[in-house]
């Protein structure tokens, strides 16, 4: 039924001008004169009253509540029309493909699908290539036929892969920027052959430094640069040390950008000839360098070329720099590059700026130390930092809560031995300590080397010995634990808490079910090779402690070992070994005591036939 609508003259006035004519005084009748001066109130300069607004609801065509009002929309025609706008609009930008595209996706879920037969996925690869051949261009910027693409790429033949990267080659340096065609560049690299590699690569020269500077691009970058091809057999990188370096020429200057130098290796290279060209190259790696750091400082590539930077610049530039890279040190320690990035930052920085660092990584001091590079840091900020409060107020802490986590780790383990024995050459190779030793001679730190090391070992050997009395077995996991242990229970010689860890380990050897693992098989604890070793020295350290009148840890174990513990030791050939150096290195009473539990077993030991055995009876008589 239509609405009836009447016309309202009053609906548009504006109400604005209502209210300025109940203030006007009556106009006089027509004919009568005009008080002087006054113009007559309709001016050339008054605005025309404007009809209303459709979206003014103040209008007569919502005086009322009507059924066309009431009626609520069907959402499920909406959203039909919607799709279908949009498709409309696809198929418009995407011209003559748009039927093409929606061909592909089609054959693209029947190829993703788990049961659908190898044949059956190669037909339908060759379907999906004749189709999108001569279009791959337009298509591949898209983000849904770029997923189609990746597709193809996987499972097409060498020959169909050739013809598709010959295609893309054009527009390999826009597909690296492209938020869903750079995927497809992945794809390159994991099934493609080293000539499309190669193509890749030679798209991104003159280009390096934009890319690394590009939030969508850098990624992709540190990818094709880094990543390490699982089907070579030494799992190598997929770019070369000749690509990386040629890459990193053009940090070195505009002079690159078109022409590489393959003599030129590392920064100091440039110069190394044209000393003269020192200043100016510096400059430019400045200047490309705080570029990227400023938008994307975890690139892989710009660790490399920092940590070449900071070794040779000048102090000033130096500082500027640590002072941008104090926030982001967490992340260089991805890489061996990386990580001597943020040692240089360690050593050189201001007092302020090293309690920044540690402020930035204190809620992953487990994750930095277990990390491959990461533990470096932590050895250089052990080295340098002055101010121990600071450390044992970040760092201790937190580096204790996860005691055990870092000992079982292959890297971890390195900082316990840093903190109980400093760069002792039983523990680092000298290639280590030498690197550790660069940053000797920096300008910051002025405490002694000695009382540092002092200083750090008081505030976390007592916890590391509580840690070995209370969890003996984790400390006795294998060997290179158990070589920490050993490092720990030296350097506290003299603590009151070592006899609690000494107890421990003798209640472990003690126990007839104590076994360990070696070559993959359980065996018992007192028979373990490199468990023999360390008790081997702890004993054998017994003799100067006999000497000094202290405990020793022999006096406790001996003690532990009743007549039923012996019996079940010379079954063992490490056994008898342990018992003949306990006789050996402890004090008078420890030795008559111990061949006194000995002398009824005899018969016993006579009956073994390994060289323990032997060894133990001689001793005995």
Same mark, same amino acid.
């Given at each position: 039924m239509k609405r009836k609508e009447t016309f309202d003259a009053s609906a548009f006035v504006p109400k604005l001008k209502k209210k300025k004519e109940n203030k006007i005084k009556e106009e006089p009748e027509s004919g009568a004169a005009k008080p002087p001066g006054k113009?007559?109130?309709?001016?050339?300069?008054s605005k025309p009253s404007k009809p209303p607004s459709k979206f003014d609801k103040k209008g007569p065509k919502y005086e009322s509540n009507t059924e066309e009002s009431t009626e609520k929309p069907d959402w499920k025609v909406i959203k039909k029309e919607r799709k279908e706008l949009r498709a409309k609009r696809k198929s418009k930008k995407l011209e003559n493909i748009y039927d093409i595209s929606i061909e592909g996706k089609k054959i693209d879920e029947q190829m993703r699908?788990?049961?659908?037969?190898?044949?059956?996925?190669?037909?339908?690869?060759?379907?999906?290539?004749?189709?999108?051949?001569?279009?791959?261009?337009?298509?591949?910027?898209?983000?849904?036929?770029?997923?189609?693409?990746?597709i193809l790429i996987k499972y097409s033949s060498a020959e169909m892969l050739a013809t598709v990267a010959a295609e893309l080659k054009p527009s390999f340096l826009n597909m690296i920027q492209s938020k869903y065609a750079r995927n497809c560049i992945k794809k390159?690299?994991?099934?493609?052959?080293?000539?499309?590699?190669?193509?890749?690569?030679?798209?991104?020269?003159?280009?390096?430094?934009?890319?690394?500077?590009?939030?969508?691009?850098?990624?992709?970058?540190?990818?094709?640069?880094y990543k390490k091809n699982k089907k070579d057999k030494n799992k190598k990188c997929w770019a070369s040390e000749q690509v990386r370096s040629?890459?990193?020429?053009?940090?070195?200057?505009?002079?690159?950008?078109?022409?590489?130098?393959?003599?030129?290796?590392?920064?100091?290279?440039?110069?190394?000839?044209?000393?003269?060209?020192?200043?100016?190259?510096?400059?430019?790696?400045?200047?490309?360098?705080?570029?990227?750091?400023?938008?994307?400082?975890?690139?892989?590539?710009?660790?490399?070329?920092?940590?070449?930077?900071?070794?040779?610049?000048?102090?000033?530039?130096?500082?500027?720099?640590?002072?941008?890279?104090?926030?982001?040190?967490?992340?260089?320690?991805?890489?061996?590059d990386g990580a001597k990035v943020a040692m240089i930052c360690m050593w050189h920085a201001t007092a302020k700026e090293r309690k920044a660092m540690l402020k930035v990584m204190k809620e992953q001091i487990k994750e930095i130390a277990t990390s491959e590079y990461g533990y470096l840091f932590l050895l250089a900020m052990l080295d340098s930092v002055d101010d121990t409060v600071l450390v044992k107020k970040i760092f201790v802490p937190e580096f204790l809560s996860h005691?055990?986590?870092?000992?079982?780790?292959?890297?971890?383990?390195?900082?316990?031995?840093?903190?109980?024995?400093?760069?002792?050459?039983?523990?680092?190779?000298?290639?280590?300590?030498?690197?550790?030793?660069?940053?000797?001679?920096?300008?910051?730190?002025?405490?002694?080397?000695?009382?540092?090391?002092?200083?750090?070992?008081?505030?976390?050997?007592?916890?590391?010995?509580?840690?070995?009395?209370?969890?003996?077995?984790?400390w006795l996991a294998d060997g290179p634990v158990m070589l920490v242990t050993h490092a720990v229970l030296k350097a506290a010689s003299g603590?009151?808490?070592?006899?609690?860890?000494?107890?421990?380990?003798?209640?472990?050897?003690?126990?007839?079910?104590?076994?360990?693992?070696?070559?993959?098989?359980?065996?018992?604890?007192?028979?373990?090779?490199?468990?023999? +070793? =360390?008790? *081997?020295?702890?004993?054998?350290?017994? @003799?100067?402690? %006999? &000497?000094?009148?202290?405990?020793? !840890?022999?006096?406790? +174990? =001996?003690? *532990?070992?009743?007549?039923?513990?012996? @019996?079940?030791? %010379? &079954?063992?050939?490490?056994?008898? !070994?342990?018992?003949? +150096?306990?006789?050996?290195?402890?004090?008078?009473?420890?030795?008559r005591e111990l061949k006194g539990?000995?002398?009824?077993?005899?018969?016993?030991?006579?009956?073994?036939?390994?060289?323990?055995?032997?060894?133990l009876l001689k001793k005995i008589k």
């Open positions: 113009p007559d109130k309709k001016s050339k300069f699908r788990k049961d659908c037969p190898p044949e059956e996925r190669t037909e339908l690869c060759q379907k999906l290539f004749k189709l999108f051949e001569g279009n791959l261009v337009k298509l591949v910027f898209t983000h849904d036929i770029s997923r189609v693409i990746q390159f690299f994991k099934y493609g052959n080293d000539q499309i590699r190669s193509d890749i690569f030679a798209a991104c020269e003159g280009h390096v430094v934009q890319l690394m500077s590009h939030s969508v691009a850098a990624p992709i970058m540190d990818y094709i640069l040629t890459f990193k020429q053009e940090f070195y200057g505009n002079m690159y950008r078109t022409s590489k130098d393959s003599s030129v290796k590392c920064l100091s290279d440039v110069f190394a000839k044209a000393p003269d060209m020192k200043s100016a190259t510096l400059s430019a790696v400045k200047m490309n360098v705080t570029k990227i750091l400023s938008k994307n400082p975890n690139c892989l590539l710009i660790h490399s070329v920092l940590a070449e930077y900071l070794t040779i610049c000048e102090v000033n530039d130096r500082a500027e720099l640590i002072g941008t890279l104090k926030e982001s040190v967490v992340e260089l320690l991805a890489t061996k005691l055990q986590e870092i000992v079982a780790s292959e890297h971890g383990k390195k900082v316990v031995l840093y903190l109980v024995a400093r760069r002792d050459t039983h523990y680092f190779h000298p290639a280590l300590i030498s690197i550790l030793s660069e940053g000797d001679n920096n300008l910051t730190s002025k405490k002694s080397p000695d009382i540092r090391e002092k200083e750090l070992l008081e505030a976390v050997i007592e916890p590391m010995l509580e840690s070995i009395a209370g969890d003996v077995n984790s603590n009151e808490k070592l006899v609690d860890a000494w107890n421990a380990i003798a209640d472990f050897l003690v126990n007839e079910e104590s076994t360990l693992k070696h070559e993959e098989a359980d065996i018992k604890a007192v028979e373990h090779p490199a468990l023999h +070793l =360390v008790l *081997k020295k702890l004993i054998v350290a017994d @003799k100067e402690r %006999v &000497e000094r009148e202290e405990t020793s !840890f022999g006096d406790l +174990l =001996v003690q *532990k070992m009743s007549s039923d513990v012996i @019996k079940r030791w %010379v &079954e063992y050939n490490r056994a008898c !070994f342990l018992i003949v +150096l306990l006789l050996e290195n402890e004090r008078e009473t420890v030795v539990k000995l002398k009824d077993l005899v018969k016993e030991i006579k009956s073994k036939k390994h060289k323990g055995a032997d060894v």
